[in-house]
């Protein structure tokens, strides 16, 4: 009795093919999607190179110094985006376009007079959006190795010219003494010359210091015991005292996007959240119409004054309304508990909650009208709207993602109204920036509406 | 001819195919002023084609369909048909009430004059005190009933009802004709599609049967049994043993153990009993029965299944 019912499980599965998909594709479709992501976005760490954008002085040489240091970096993309301007608003302008474009995941300020050499010069400025704090630390320890690195370099050069300053001083007159005035200046400077009234030169191998304890001074020897008043005593510097006792690198990092908010990314959740069950939402009550189709009320409608046309526009407004609604109440409670500053962004919020809605509404609309039941609606939805979720950023921020998950993304709707409200919320951009978004999503809303238009027409036909 | 005797739906060779199937292959069809016609056929022969053609749902390939409103119902929104369809083609989770105000609404009655008519169909279907009901809470008998309330409240010049009787109690179906005899009474031009042959044999004034797309018979149920199956009424005798004496009017079998006699009229019959006294041995069993719609609908449509 028992393995009948299992047949009967097996039997009911083997004819539904929905149900197989549901079972058996889905979820190696949604490993697939997370595989591609954390294989290639986040999860690969540092196989994903920084995309760095570099704002550098013009005529510094330090500047072009580091800058190529950075850009054979094979951890980092670099790209040169031009002279930074003198003016402070003309900077800020110009960070938030470069921030705005969404192409670097950091960008590099240089001051006018940079200089790894000289203190107080190594002062580096890094603008980030928030997306990736990987980067931030990357750069970060980038910058600290090519200071350190810088030091050291500055450090032995300012030991050897300790030591040439100390050899012309205490050799100096020794050479004019021994020599005389007019004969040192006949004969051409050598090391020789300089040893000759000490005997040979000290023989000196590589990587060794001066062996020899009774050894004469020489450059590369120091006296251990100075006189009073001798370079050693005032000059001599310790090697490790001239790099830790250094400046640090000064090494900035700030957001102005989001100087003003305490929680830039709640936003950015409540939209990927809010976008996933308007989509749940709105297909659920588009399968009303499949509903009406099957009990016979919508031939009553159909038959009554109300044309197919009204039908239609009458049901996309409703689940564009309960969008918009669902939405609103989504923000209004972000913002009541976590501060997202909807007030502010209101007017962003109202473009890109209208347009996804919109959007979302006609992909409910065009879903019932393709579907033959309602369950086959269901499972249809729930397959495409966990993959869309998915790949556009609802269930794993779009930031983390590689580019070329981040393009594939492009081609679901829930990519381009995150896209928005990141832009609304995280980069507090002007309504004039959400154009590309709202075109994208008005422009699939409106061809979803004439395709559902142009196969309503099965519902004169019947189911 | 008179406005009563003018048909309000003609149908005139109308022809409807889907992706080269017929459909309907030139159906013509009148219904009269406060008639009820009773149409019915096997599933599949066209029926719901054909109602979704008059409803205005599908345009005909071919053909006309004219509907013609008589002067009594001037003034209404009566030239849209109401259709009632087979299921409860209600909104389960509105109450009674909303139902009907919506669906008023979609015919395009408003105000006082929806309340108005609401109040009326109420009344009509039995409903007054189930107003603020939610219509899944109604029983059977009653979601039928709502369900071709929300169909008239525009008093449309012809009713389509689609089998607006199934799974509903003996009770209910009496409410519901009723229902539909007050429908015609005012003039309404009421089809019934059903397969609840019984019924529409008692209360339809006129037949139609379809099948392939055809109307194969059209007329009261007495002229259908005439056209379809000769003399209305059949006694048949079966004997024990052969029967050796010729009967007039009355076929063998080959056996001659069962004779059959078709009568025109009942009247005839006790002639054919007092025959059948002066038998020498008189038949063990007599059977006399009158064909019915189910009879003359097996014998136009066949008996091999269909859809």
């Known amino acids: 009795m028992i393995l009948t019912f299992l047949r009967i499980a097996y039997l009911r599965l083997r004819n539904n093919p929905l149900e197989l998909l549901l079972v058996f594709v889905m979820p190696v479709l949604f490993f697939s999607i997370f595989a591609m992501i954390f294989s290639q976005g986040i999860a690969a760490g540092t196989e994903k190179p920084v995309r760095l954008g570099l704002l550098l002085p013009g005529d510094n040489v330090a500047a072009a110094d580091l800058q190529a240091e950075l850009q054979q970096n094979t951890s980092l993309i670099c790209t040169d985006l031009g002279g930074l301007p003198t003016e402070s608003g003309r900077q800020e302008r110009v960070i938030l376009e470069a921030q705005n474009s969404s192409r670097y995941d950091l960008l590099l300020l240089l001051s006018a007079d940079f200089s790894p050499a000289e203190e107080d010069r190594f002062r580096v400025r890094l603008v980030t959006d928030g997306q990736n704090a990987m980067a931030v630390a990357m750069v970060r320890a980038i910058l600290e190795e090519y200071y350190a690195v810088q030091r050291v370099e500055g450090v032995v050069e300012q030991l050897q010219e300790s030591v040439r300053s100390a050899a012309k001083e205490r050799l100096l007159p020794a050479v004019e003494e021994s020599a005389g005035q007019g004969a040192f200046f006949r004969e051409p400077i050598s090391p020789r010359t300089v040893f000759a009234g000490s005997g040979a030169p000290p023989s000196v191998e590589p990587g060794l210091a001066p062996v020899s304890a009774d050894q004469p001074a020489s450059v590369l020897d120091p006296p251990t015991d100075p006189a009073p008043g001798t370079f050693s005593e005032a000059a001599d510097p310790d090697p490790e005292t001239l790099l830790t006792a250094g400046p640090e690198p000064q090494i900035s990092v700030d957001n102005p996007q989001a100087a003003d908010q305490q929680n830039p990314r709640i936003a950015m959740y409540a939209a990927g959240i809010a976008v996933l069950f308007l989509l749940f939402a709105c297909t659920g009550h588009a399968a009303t119409m499949l509903e009406e189709a099957e009990s016979g009320t919508l031939d009553r409608i159909l038959v009554s004054e109300a044309g197919l046309l009204q039908i239609v526009a009458g049901k996309w407004l409703g689940i564009f309304l309960m969008g918009c609604l669902q939405l609103s109440v989504m923000f209004v409670f972000a913002e009541a508990v976590f501060r997202i500053h909807l007030w502010q962004h209101l007017d962003g919020f109202l473009v890109m909650a209208g347009s996804t809605s919109a959007a979302t509404a006609s992909f409910a609309m065009l879903m019932a009208t393709i579907c033959r039941t309602r369950s086959q609606l269901q499972g249809t939805a729930t397959v495409i709207i966990l993959s869309m979720s998915a790949m556009g950023g609802s269930m794993i921020p779009r930031f983390v993602m590689s580019d070329r998950m981040k393009e594939l993304g492009r081609w679901t709707f829930n990519a381009w109204a995150l896209d928005g409200f990141q832009k609304v919320f995280w980069f507090q951009s002007p309504i004039e920036s959400l154009r590309p978004e709202v075109t994208v999503l008005l422009g699939s809303s409106l061809v979803m509406s004439l395709a559902t238009l142009l196969l309503s027409g099965r519902w004169r036909r019947g189911l | ?307």
């Open chain 2, 1 to 307: 001819m008179t406005q009563e005797h003018q048909p309000i739906l003609t149908l005139q060779a109308v022809r409807k195919s889907y992706r080269g199937r017929a459909a309907l292959q030139g159906i013509s069809l009148q219904l009269f002023p406060g008639e009820l016609l009773g149409f019915f056929g096997p599933n599949g022969a066209g029926k719901t084609t054909m109602i979704r053609c008059i409803c205005g749902l599908l345009k005909p390939d071919e053909g006309s369909i004219t509907l013609r409103i008589p002067d009594s119902f001037r003034g209404s929104r009566a030239s849209r048909p109401g259709l009632v369809p087979q299921n409860l083609a209600v909104y389960p989770d509105l109450t009674v009430q909303q139902n009907l105000e919506v669906f008023g609404r979609l015919e395009g009655v408003r105000g006082a004059a929806l309340q108005q008519r609401i109040d009326e169909v109420l009344e009509w279907s039995a409903l007054q005190d189930r107003r603020r009901s939610l219509a899944r809470t109604l029983s059977g008998g009653m979601q039928r009933r709502l369900n071709i309330a929300c169909s008239v409240l525009h008093r449309p010049a012809v009713l389509l009802l689609d089998e607006p009787t199934v799974g509903v109690d003996p009770q209910s179906r009496e409410r519901i004709y009723a229902m539909m005899q007050e429908l015609t009474a005012a003039g309404t031009a009421v089809l019934l599609t059903t397969h609840q042959l019984e019924e529409v044999e008692t209360r339809c004034d006129r037949i139609v049967v379809m099948d392939h797309g055809q109307i194969v018979a059209d007329g009261r149920l007495p002229q259908l049994v005439a056209s379809s199956l000769g003399l209305p009424h059949r006694v048949e005798l079966s004997f024990q043993h052969p029967c050796v004496v010729e009967l007039r009017n009355f076929e063998f079998d080959e056996q001659r153990l069962t004779a059959v006699c078709r009568l025109a009229s009942m009247q005839q019959l006790p002639a054919v009993l007092e025959v059948l006294q002066g038998l020498p041995e008189p038949p063990q069993a007599i059977n006399v029965r009158s064909f019915g719609l189910q009879d003359v609908f097996l014998a136009l449509t066949g008996r091999s299944l269909r859809e």
